[in-house]
């Protein structure tokens, strides 16, 4: 009776253990999966801005318009935040090109142009 009792509790023992390396197996083939990749990081305002196409940009209307009084040279006091934005925008992504173009916009300019007879 001894017997099976030493019997019964050394496959006891055999079973523990067994059951032990099974976790550790399980434990261990956890820790040595990879660990997940990190998300990407978001891009810079620098990466963003050299990724976009010309069309993109000028879709965008970075630049605002300033006028002018007619006759005058000086820039209207309702044009100069907007002349300030364009200035700060050019400082920051100074690898733009712009183009300066003027227009007539006045009705007193309609009168003034030849008419053809």
């Known amino acids: 009776m001894r017997e099976e009792g030493a019997a019964a509790a050394a496959a006891a ?9 099974a976790t550790a197996a399980a434990s261990s083939t956890a820790a040595a999966a990879p660990a997940p990749a990190p998300p990407p990081r978001p891009l810079t305002e620098d990466e963003i801005f ?8 000028n879709a965008e ?27 700060d925008y050019m400082r920051r992504w100074m690898s733009i090109k712009v183009t300066i173009e003027g227009a007539r916009r006045c009705a007193r300019d309609q ?7």
């Open 50 to 57: 050299q990724r976009k196409t010309l069309e993109q940009l």
């Open 61 to 87: 209307k970075p630049l605002g318009d300033v006028s002018f009084d007619y006759d005058m040279s000086s820039v209207r006091e309702d044009a100069r935040p907007i002349l300030q934005r364009n200035a």
């Open 13 to 21: 023992t055999r079973s523990a253990a067994a059951r032990c390396c």
């Open 111 to 117: 009168r003034i142009q030849p008419r053809a007879r």
